[in-house]
């Protein structure tokens, strides 16, 4: 079983649609939580960082995390056609000194594709 | 900041040629990685460097593989020889150490590897 698991879709909506992209991951250890949009030929970028449980909100985007159940969401709302990209979590544990390994371990990724 | 900066963006070559990959991290990251991904695999860690120190090397596939960060600005990636299975998008990205946290990576765009 894979540490983080994610599902690859295809997903494809209309536009306006709320999105919901998931990850599950079996490490109890971990506490940073992100998501990467990855657009077709291009290198995953930073969308959302969380710290720990709770919710964050940017715009159109929120990024759960809820611990307990080893789950974490990014929800897309007014979902648009430029939100057509790979949707890629990542997660590490905690890092007690400046020199300790930071390595994030990735899901798979989800396909989405937002349709006008 | 320019960011990321990878080259080449293309490469095609045939088997059994050597192949060098390049990667200058962001000014002041101490954190450098290297990812191979694939439709198939997705993301893999090859290895990372800590203040131009490899730390975990783990994930290189095998002794074709060698890395090597001379310096806090360039890294490179060698393939030698190159096989049709190492045909993949390799990504280099970057990041700062910050005591107790980790806000994530910066990737560049990719090398686009295909060998023939």
């Known amino acids: 079983q894979k540490e983080v698991e994610q599902d690859p879709g295809p997903l494809s909506v209309p536009e306006g649609a709320i999105v919901s992209l998931n990850c599950t991951y079996s490490?109890?250890?971990?506490?940073?939580f992100m998501w990467y949009r990855q657009y077709s030929r291009k290198g995953p970028e930073l969308l959302m960082y969380?710290?720990?449980?709770g919710n964050k909100e940017d715009g159109r985007f929120t990024a759960q995390v809820d611990k307990s159940s080893k789950y974490i969401s990014l929800f897309i709302r007014d979902s648009q056609p430029s939100d057509s990209a790979t949707y890629l979590c990542?997660?590490?544990?905690?890092?007690?000194?400046?020199?300790?390994?930071?390595?994030?371990?990735f899901g798979s990724g989800t396909q989405l594709t937002v349709l006008p | 900041d320019a960011g990321v900066i990878q080259s080449p963006r293309h490469e095609v070559t045939e088997m059994g040629q050597e192949v060098t990959l390049r990667c200058k991290p962001i000014?002041?990251?101490?954190?450098l990685f290297w990812y191979r991904q694939t439709m198939m695999r997705g993301l893999e860690l090859l290895i990372y460097?800590?203040?131009?120190?490899?730390?975990?090397d783990s994930g290189m596939p095998e002794d074709r593989f060698s890395a090597k960060m001379p310096n806090a600005s360039f890294s490179t990636l060698k393939i030698q020889p190159s096989e049709p299975r190492d045909s993949a998008v390799y990504f280099c990205?970057?990041?700062?150490?910050?005591?107790?946290?980790?806000?994530?990576?910066?990737f560049g765009s990719g090398t686009r590897l295909t060998v023939v």
């Open positions: 990205a970057s990041s700062a150490s910050v005591l107790g946290a980790n806000y994530g990576y910066t």
């Open positions: 490490n109890s250890a971990f506490q940073y």
């Open positions: 969380t710290y720990s449980s």
């Open positions: 990542a997660m590490s544990p905690p890092l007690t000194t400046s020199g300790s390994a930071r390595q994030l371990t």
């Open positions: 000014s002041g990251h101490d954190y």
């Open positions: 460097f800590n203040n131009n120190v490899p730390i975990d």
